[in-house]
């Protein structure tokens, strides 16, 4: 199936708020999500403010790019929502006002005990020739029209609104469009090296325009493999998913650590709890994110159950029975102090395994010998206490983060968790 | 000052990521914040694939609709990372590699002792005729390029480079194009009402068309209110917004705990700073999320010191000194175990302030008499403690979010940091 066959759709945000810098755009996300589910791939999204002429640009735009277009926002009942106009001018047809759509409207109001404000008869009006989407849950209907063979559908940007007749309507009518056509994905989450490295490792798996296509992208040092197998019928496209998945693993070994939206403390958390094993943990520079992201997961009380934040040198001594002595000797940011900081918190806990971590977050407090972002983290158990020493870059919080991240990683590798496909 | 003379921005966001409804894409709308500072409105944001015809299309339509294009993505060392190639196609040029450019994607990786992949040097190649923007943060230089007037930015996609060279480089350069117009932006951060009450309280505030606009946006518990003055030169517009932000902090008093970016984790630490007091602090359900907020800001050793994150029962005992009887009579979800943690962090630590939290963060191990979302925080002083019982809402991250702000937000209103402009 050649990639000129695939249907795609592109999705146009409409509304001044989203070009402001405070409002994300969690609608676009939502629909490509939905569409994928139908195979149904997303090349564009558009986000324009609520002018006329502007959203007639971003529909010419994407029905250039794409077979169907869903639009968002700007069917409200005032002077700033000028979807409806937008789409009869794009259309090149006038806007009618249909007597159905308004006694509807009217009933909405009705059902509240409310009179229909007269400005809410605009949302009555949809362009000559186009069909209404209904809104059991607002006022404003949506559109649905065709242009050259493009579908194209307007609607509302209420995100309750939109979900519901995005699913209850516009999916099933985009389902027979994309029936040949199966898009099937898989996720890879690896930790452990960076992204040239991983591409390296992978070979051409990446090379544009393959099928299987992998996709690589990187958020806080977690790097995700996404596969998208394309074929004919979905059951073609799992196999060859399935197929490419496991070439990778075996590329990339124990640095794919999970799938799917697997985080390291879930992986961690379930190797604890499969191996019936208890986790502790005393951190200095991180101040509580390694608990923090250890209790995110729900159900973590069964494995984990003390945490430090020795923050001060006297917390280390006094809570974790550092000495004060190797303190002054080494430093509290050295691999002496973090491995005693790790058995001083497996013996008080009593649990099986303890990991420590010191450093030096910033962006101050570094110095020659000791730069920003020196942290030391060391993994306790029965049989003795391994410590490594990395310099983690950039700000405070990336480094507080790349060293938690690497804390849980070395637990997991330590816990000899062979091949997450057991996990 | 009419609008036609008002220059515009258009965003452009690069990478397959945000188009597979799994990442929304937070950069758009960073950017377009960032440019309203230097009072350069965003008219629109284009999203699109990792293909150089997509991005080239995008392209073309922005220079259509704005006099600046900031694009962002596509710059990594992967095959799929096509955004210079789209850049020179779109400007009609080679891409040449360009010596300074790849000594310095060296020096990067020499930094940390590894050899260059021979795939980064396409880092170093950048448009002829094009400049490069330096990212001192990661491998990829950016590129700033014009074209028929239009000036061309593409920034890296990791936040931290891009918002870095964003701030340092792109912002001062584009400052002289947008003398003549002037919108001035005040932030106010708000905590302890909802947005109806907020927006009961401000009266017609918000209304549109009204200038000073006043926008309102809840994030986390946290309600932003934004006050945008536009005005013909910036003098008038920063005395608008002045004048609107002084009118906001009489009418919402005590419920205004900040301004711009700040957290309410800072301005505690800020006022216990100019107190010179001290903080430790005992977690159940939070799970060192409370001590992550506040040793996430710099310098807070200065008034941190003792974090404990007695997740299990026998930890309250141990670590806290909780008399078991206590936990077995009343759950160690009660106000007083909350207390008992709270007096027994602030003796072991020896600090001014304690801070305890014990809940039920789900999505398992609530009860009618005890449901989840059930939180009690303590705050311990030489004077006494103040315990408080709160039931959150929804899911497990927003019950502990909200839980860990609460605790914070009790301690401002302890420390009577009377009126936030002291802060």
């Excluded at 949302?123 to 065709?146: D, H, S, V």
């Amino acid at each position: 199936m050649g990639d000129e066959h695939v249907k795609k759709a592109s999705i146009l945000s409409i509304g001044n708020e989203l070009l402001n810098g405070r409002t994300i755009d969690t609608n676009a996300a939502y629909i490509a999500g939905r569409l994928r589910t139908i195979s149904l791939p997303v090349v564009s999204v558009h986000s324009v403010s609520d002018e006329e002429a502007a959203i007639e640009r971003a529909l010419a735009l994407a029905t250039g790019e794409a077979d169907v277009v869903v639009a968002t926002g700007g069917l409200g009942p005032t002077d700033d929502d000028v979807t409806r106009q937008a789409f009869a001018g794009f259309l090149g047809v006038k806007l009618v006002l249909r007597p159905e759509l308004l006694e509807k409207v009217k009933q909405f109001f009705d059902r509240r005990g409310i009179e229909m404000p007269a400005r809410n008869s605009i949302q009555a009006c949809i362009p000559r020739g186009a069909a209404a989407i209904e809104n059991e849950m607002g006022t404003a209907p949506g559109i649905r029209a065709q242009k050259d063979g493009k579908r194209l559908f307007a609607l509302p940007g209420v995100p309750t609104e939109m979900r519901h007749m995005l699913d209850t309507q516009v999916l099933p009518e985009l389902r027979p469009l994309v029936s040949g056509q199966a898009i099937a994905v898989r996720r890879l989450k690896c930790f452990g090296a960076g992204e040239s490295r991983i591409a390296e490792m992978i070979g051409d798996a990446m090379r544009r325009g393959r099928n299987p296509l992998v996709n690589c992208t990187v958020h806080t040092g977690i790097i995700s493999l996404e596969v998208v197998a394309t074929a004919a019928d979905r059951a073609e496209a799992e196999n060859m998913a399935e197929r490419e998945e496991r070439a990778l693993r075996t590329l990339l070994g124990k640095l794919v650590y999970g799938a799917g939206d697997q985080t390291l403390a879930e992986v961690v958390g379930e190797g604890l709890v499969r191996t019936g094993r208890t986790l502790a943990v005393a951190e200095s520079c991180t101040g509580g994110l390694l608990a923090e992201l250890i209790t995110d997961i729900p159900g973590s009380s069964r494995y984990f159950t003390y945490g430090w934040v020795t923050y001060s040198n006297e917390a280390k001594c006094r809570e974790l029975e550092v000495s004060r002595e190797m303190i002054d000797t080494h430093g509290a940011v050295s691999e002496q102090v973090a491995q005693a900081m790790a058995q001083g918190a497996r013996r008080k806990a009593g649990t099986d395994y303890a990991i420590a971590i010191t450093g030096i977050a910033g962006p101050g407090g570094g110095n020659e010998q000791k730069p920003v972002g020196l942290v030391y983290i060391a993994v306790d158990n029965r049989d003795g206490t391994d410590t490594s020493r990395y310099v983690f870059s950039f700000d405070r919080s990336s480094v507080r983060l790349r060293a938690a991240q690497t804390a849980l990683n070395t637990l997991r590798l330590k816990l000899d968790l062979t091949g997450p496909v057991q996990i």
